[in-house]
C-alpha cells in the first residue's frame, strides 16, 4: 500500500483519487479552498462526478503539511495558471526524491514552460513524472476501460508509477517522452476548441476528421522541434488525446468551442461551461512557441485569431481552406 497525496481538489484529482483507492492505497486530498474541502467532506461526493461516492477512508485537508508528509507519491492536480504558485507554497515541505505525479495540462503563458518543468523549478528536490492520456474524469471515477501512459526521467520511477496506478480497467505506459507527453496533452486542446468551434458553426464529420488529422500534424511539428518524439504524437498523449478531446461531450475545451461557433466570446463561453478550459490559456502560448521555433500552426493561428483578435468563426474557416496549395506529407519523393 502506498501513502498517495492528492494536490487539487477538482474532478480528475478526485477521480484519480477514487482509482487509487480502489487499488488499495491511503489517499489523502488537498485544495487551498476551505469550500471545497468542506463539500467534499460533508457530502462524500464531487459535484462533477455525480453518483461517485467518497469512501469514508479518503481523507481531506487544506493542511500543506499534512498533505505531504510521509507520502510516497504527490499527484498534482492543478490548473496550469495554479501550478508555479501550489508548487512554490508546499516546497518547503516536500521531502528531497519525493515523487511528484503532474497529471495537470497546459503550458505556462509569460515562460513557455511545461508544468512538470515549473514544478521542478520550484520544488528542485522533487522526482517529476508526468501522467496524460485520452482519460475523462467522468469515466475513470465510473471505472470505464481506460488507457494512459506515465512519462518519467528514469524507468524505475517510471515503473513504480506504473504499478502504483495500473488496474484491470486503467492500463498505464511507460515513456521517457516527458516533454513529448506534455505538449500532446497541451496543444490537442487548443484544437479541440477549433473542432468545438467547427460544430458550433454547424459543420460535419469531414471538418471535424480534417481538424484532428491536420491538428496532430501541427502539434507533432512543433513537437519534434522543441525535442520530442515523433512517435509520442503518435501515440495515446498525441493522436489518442486529441481524439477523445475533439469528439467528445465530456470535453470542456470542445464545449467552449461549440459557444464561440455559435457566436459566444472566449469569456462567455468559459463562463458557460463553468469549468477551467485550459485551451484558451495554452493558445498564446503555444503561438508564442511557433514564433520562437519558426514553426507554422495554421489551426492554431486561427484559435488565436478568433479567441484574442475579434476574428468570426467563419472566416478563420474559410482562411483556412483557402490557404497556399501545399503537399500532404512534406518529405515525400516523386518517382519520376
Given at each position: 500500500m502506498a501513502k498517495i497525496g492528492i494536490i487539487g481538489g477538482g474532478s480528475w484529482g478526485v477521480a484519480l483519487a477514487v482509482l487509487l483507492h480502489k487499488n488499495g492505497h491511503q489517499v489523502s486530498v488537498w485544495s487551498v479552498l476551505e469550500s471545497e474541502i468542506k463539500q467534499l467532506n460533508e457530502t462524500r461526493e464531487h459535484k462533477m462526478l455525480p453518483g461517485v461516492i467518497l469512501p469514508e477512508e479518503m481523507t481531506f485537508t487544506t493542511d500543506d503539511a499534512e498533505i505531504t508528509r510521509d507520502k510516497d507519491i504527490l499527484v498534482f492536480s492543478v490548473m496550469s495558471a495554479y501550478t508555479r504558485s501550489t508548487a512554490k507554497r508546499l516546497s518547503g515541505f516536500v521531502k528531497d526524491g519525493q515523487i511528484i505525479v503532474n497529471v495537470?495540462?497546459?503550458?505556462?503563458?509569460?515562460?513557455?514552460?511545461?508544468?512538470?518543468?515549473?514544478?521542478?523549478?520550484?520544488?528542485?528536490?522533487?522526482?517529476?513524472?508526468?501522467?496524460?492520456?485520452?482519460?475523462?474524469?467522468?469515466?475513470?471515477?465510473?471505472?470505464?476501460p481506460t488507457t494512459i501512459v506515465v512519462g518519467a526521467k528514469s524507468k524505475q520511477t517510471a515503473e513504480h508509477i506504473q504499478n502504483v496506478f495500473m488496474n484491470e480497467v486503467f492500463r498505464v505506459y511507460i515513456s521517457p517522452d516527458i516533454l513529448g507527453i506534455e505538449l500532446g496533452g497541451s496543444l490537442k486542446n487548443v484544437v479541440a476548441l477549433a473542432a468545438g468551434i467547427a460544430d458550433g458553426l454547424g459543420y460535419g464529420d469531414n471538418t471535424k476528421a480534417a481538424l484532428i488529422t491536420r491538428g496532430i500534424a501541427e502539434i507533432t511539428r512543433l513537437g519534434i522541434v522543441m525535442g520530442g518524439r515523433a512517435e509520442t504524437f503518435s501515440g495515446l498523449t498525441g493522436i489518442g488525446d486529441l481524439i477523445v478531446t475533439c469528439a467528445s461531450m465530456h470535453s470542456r475545451n470542445r464545449r467552449a468551442g461549440i459557444l464561440i461557433g455559435q457566436g459566444k466570446s472566449a469569456q462567455e463561453a468559459m463562463d458557460e461551461v463553468k469549468m477551467v478550459v485550459e485551451g484558451v490559456y495554452s493558445a498564446k502560448a503555444a503561438m508564442q512557441l511557433a514564433e520562437k521555433y519558426q514553426v507554422q500552426l495554421p489551426i492554431i493561428e486561427q484559435v488565436n485569431e478568433v479567441l484574442f483578435h475579434g476574428k468570426s468563426a467563419s472566416d478563420a474557416v474559410k482562411e483556412l481552406m483557402t490557404r497556399d496549395k501545399k503537399i500532404e506529407l512534406e518529405e515525400a519523393k516523386w518517382e519520376d
Open positions: 495537470a495540462k497546459g503550458i505556462e503563458e509569460d515562460t513557455l514552460m511545461t508544468l512538470s518543468d515549473i514544478i521542478e523549478d520550484e520544488i528542485p528536490q522533487a522526482d517529476v513524472a508526468v501522467l496524460s492520456g485520452p482519460s475523462h474524469a467522468e469515466e475513470v471515477s465510473r471505472g470505464i
